[in-house]
Each structure stands twice: as C-alpha cells, then as structure tokens.
C-alpha cells in the first residue's frame, strides 16, 4: 500500500501497533454495518489498481491447488438425503463440526501469516506495487498486499468458496492510513478479518469488532465491489485517496 502506512506496519509486526488497535475496541463505539458488496463508482481511484492486479494475476499459471472435495450427484444424493430425514440430527453435526474445523483452519493462517511477516516484511520504496503471488513467493516477502496473497490463495486451495473470501482494502480515518486485509464472510454482514502483518489487528477478529477502521473496497482475482456504510454517507472519493495515499499501478 501506500508509503505512510509503512511505519504502522512495522510497529504492528512486532506488536506495537496491535496493541493500539486492540485497545480501539474498548471505545464502546457502536459496530458500524454495511453493505459489502455495492458497485464501484466510475471515478473510484482504486479500480485501475484492482484491475491492473487482476490482470497480472491471471496470467499466472499456478502449478499446485488442493481443491475442495467434488459435490454428491446421483444416487449417492438421493440416499444422502435419506439418511438426512432418517436421522434429522446429523444435519445438524455436520454443519457445527465442518464450521467449527474452517474457523479452526483460518485461524491457524492467520497465526502462521503474521508469524512469518516478522521475517518476511519487505517494503515497497518509492512505488507502492501489488504483487502477485508469484512474485511474492519468489520476492521471499513483500508488504502488506503481498503477504495478504498468501492467506487469501491458501483459503481458496484449502477449500473456502470464492464467494467467501475476498481481498479488501481498509482505511483508517484517524490518520488516513490504507492496509490490505483478507476478509471471510462466513457471515454476509461481519466477516473475520485476518491482517497478515498485525499492524491492524492480531488474530481474527470480526469486522465489528475493530472499530477504528473503515473497508473500502472487498475484491477477487474478477470481482470488485465497494463498501458503504448501511446508514448514512461513506468515505468520499477524495478521503480514500488523499495527497501522499493515493493509489499507484
């Protein structure tokens, strides 16, 4: 991201500004709401830089992909569904135990991704630049937006569905800082965050519960959308990409 992020980064890495943001939640502010998944404005000054990213990520071929398992068909279904009235309770086991394994799952990524920032952190300089995965990988790190690839692809390999989880771009209006986040929506209206340096927050966290930052933008390798609040006015365009945050290609 930009470069005035940088110092927050490094302060988060090592705990620093986490400590920060934890304290944020004792505000007793009210969790804001929002509606996740509205169409970008035609002036949206991030768009070009989402779809630049898009681009270059697509013309990558990666080798390796666990994919989530194939759905039931046929016969298998049909005695599925009757072992499901059969025994009623079973629905119900299955669901709890293959949430609480993905919640399991997703915060182990995001133990190990804010684990390994401590050693793999590299700025940007001059030019903010978002890295593909590849790039990261044969980089041995970047800043926030490439160490976020690796928790947003291992997700996606482990076998979250593309519509549960996006790329996102947070902004702080405290002092108009930009970071990117990997966001889960196991739930469509408070996804968990996972921060892949810990400059925003440590762990997994609801997006209600980290009061002091605002989304902007929720995104995959086709799809962006842009975040507004449920009531009231959003971030303007000239607030999300104020002198020294701008996005850069």
């Known amino acids: 991201m930009g470069r005035g992020i940088t110092t927050a980064l490094r ?10 943001a934890v304290a944020g939640c004792t505000t007793g502010l009210a ?13 949206d000054p991030w768009t070009p830089k989402i779809s630049g990213w898009q681009s270059r990520e697509a013309r990558v071929e990666r080798v390796e992909s666990l994919r989530a398992p194939a759905s039931v ?19 119900g086991k299955y669901v709890r135990f293959r ?15 804010q684990d390994q920032a401590r050693s793999h952190y590299i700025e940007d ?16 790190g970047d800043d926030c937006d490439g160490l976020e690839l690796l928790v947003y692809h291992a997700l996606r390999d482990l076998g979250f569905a593309g519509d549960e989880i996006y790329r996102a771009i947070v902004y702080r209006p405290a002092d108009g800082q930009h970071h990117m986040v990997t966001l889960w929506f196991e739930d ?23 009061p002091g930052w605002v989304p902007l933008k929720v995104f995959s390798e086709d799809r962006e959308f842009t975040v507004r609040p449920s009531s009231g006015r959003g971030i303007s365009l000239a607030a999300q990409s104020r002198p020294g945050h701008t996005p850069r290609r």
Not at 11 to 20: D, L
Not at 99 to 113: C, D
Not at 188 to 210: H, K, L, N, Q, Y
């Open 11 to 20: 302060r988060g890495i090592f705990g620093v500004a986490a400590a920060a």
């Open 31 to 43: 969790p804001q709401s929002y509606r996740w998944f509205g169409a970008p404005d035609p002036r």
């Open 73 to 91: 068909s046929g016969s298998a279904a049909g005695r599925a569904a009757s072992r499901a009235k059969a025994t009623p309770d079973l629905r």
């Open 99 to 113: 949430s609480e394994r993905k919640r399991v799952l997703a915060r182990q990524v995001a133990s190990w991704i």
């Open 125 to 140: 300089g001059a030019i903010d630049h978002w890295a593909t995965l590849e790039e990261t990988l044969a980089r041995n």
């Open 188 to 210: 469509r209206e408070d996804p968990w965050v996972i921060d892949p340096t810990g400059a925003m927050v440590r762990g997994m966290p609801r997006m209600s519960d980290v």
